[in-house]
């Protein structure tokens, strides 16, 4: 059942984009980064083509910490990021990376993982962590049932550490129609997670609560919502 709270914003977040779109295609729904008038206007809250050297990606991943992950590309400090974290935990040898988030401030997180229902790997990695006791690579344990094409769920969700700042991280899985994975927090910002082979994952500095995560279709309607609880 969708909570009222994230239904209510998620349904502006629809409308804002419809009325975006003005007289133009109605199949072609109008990015809503580009529309909802809750993000702040600045280069760290805007989505990034993949920088062609590595130069350029590596200084988005130290730049400041955006709403919108960007793809890394396989840029050599992405390579040895995750060179780092298979070897903090040998059982990840093998296991395709299904998804990287990257929103800068050096931190970047994997999932490892076959499919939604395998086990899978999730590794938190710095651009500037000097060794393998830096990485923390935790196991991410599937429900025992596939996921449902428009469902989402959450496997981790947590305030810890994250390369000497606090932070909250948020990994699941989604189901195959959904098109973007939206964090609602509690202090009415919104949070886009990464996707990727079924499975999703954010982070985003502090504490503050999501009061729900949600996951929308091509249309930007909500599909699927999930209320996280801290342990």
Same mark, same amino acid.
């Given at each position: 059942?969708?909570?009222?709270?994230?239904?209510?914003?998620?349904?502006?977040?629809?409308?804002?984009?419809?009325?975006?779109?003005?007289?133009?295609?109605?199949?072609?729904?109008?990015?809503?980064?580009?529309?909802?008038?809750?993000?702040?206007?600045?280069?760290?809250?805007?989505?990034?083509?993949?920088?062609?050297?590595?130069?350029?990606?590596?200084?988005?991943?130290?730049?400041?910490?955006?709403?919108?992950?960007?793809?890394?590309?396989?840029?050599?400090?992405?390579?040895?990021?995750?060179?780092?974290?298979?070897?903090?935990?040998?059982?990840?040898?093998?296991?395709?990376?299904?998804?990287?988030?990257?929103?800068?401030?050096?931190?970047?997180?994997?999932?490892?993982?076959?499919?939604?229902?395998? #086990? &899978?790997?999730?590794?938190? @990695?710095?651009?500037?962590?000097?060794? !393998?006791?830096?990485? %923390? +690579?935790?196991? =991410?344990?599937?429900?025992?049932?596939?996921?449902?094409?428009?469902?989402?769920?959450?496997?981790?969700?947590?305030?810890?550490?994250?390369?000497?700042?606090?932070?909250?991280?948020?990994?699941?899985?989604?189901?195959?129609?959904?098109?973007?994975?939206?964090?609602?927090?509690?202090?009415?910002?919104?949070?886009?997670?990464?996707?990727?082979?079924?499975?999703?994952?954010?982070?985003?500095?502090?504490?503050? #609560? &999501?009061?729900?995560?949600? @996951?929308?279709?091509?249309?930007?309607? !909500?599909?699927?919502? %999930? +209320?996280?609880? =801290?342990?």
């Amino acid at each position: 059942m969708i909570g009222p709270a994230l239904a209510g914003r998620l349904a502006v977040l629809a409308v804002a984009t419809v009325l975006a779109g003005g007289c133009g295609d109605a199949t072609t729904p109008t990015d809503p980064v580009s529309t909802e008038p809750t993000f702040p206007a600045s280069p760290g809250d805007a989505a990034t083509p993949t920088p062609a050297s590595t130069t350029e990606i590596e200084a988005i991943l130290r730049g400041d910490w955006r709403r919108v992950p960007f793809d890394p590309g396989e840029d050599a400090t992405v390579v040895r990021l995750a060179a780092t974290c298979n070897a903090a935990e040998p059982a990840i040898e093998g296991l395709p990376i299904a998804l990287m988030d990257a929103r800068g401030r050096g931190r970047l997180l994997l999932v490892y993982a076959n499919d939604p229902m395998s #086990a &899978a790997f999730e590794c938190r @990695a710095g651009v500037d962590f000097a060794s !393998v006791a830096d990485v %923390v +690579v935790r196991q =991410l344990q599937a429900f025992g049932e596939p996921i449902a094409a428009d469902s989402i769920d959450v496997l981790e969700y947590e305030s810890a550490e994250l390369g000497g700042e606090v932070a909250t991280v948020a990994v699941g899985r989604v189901g195959a129609l959904a098109a973007k994975v939206i964090a609602n927090l509690s202090d009415e910002t919104f949070v886009y997670g990464s996707r990727g082979g079924g499975w999703w994952a954010m982070w985003w500095p502090g504490t503050t #609560a &999501a009061g729900g995560i949600g @996951a929308t279709d091509t249309h930007n309607l !909500v599909i699927g919502t %999930v +209320v996280p609880e =801290l342990p």
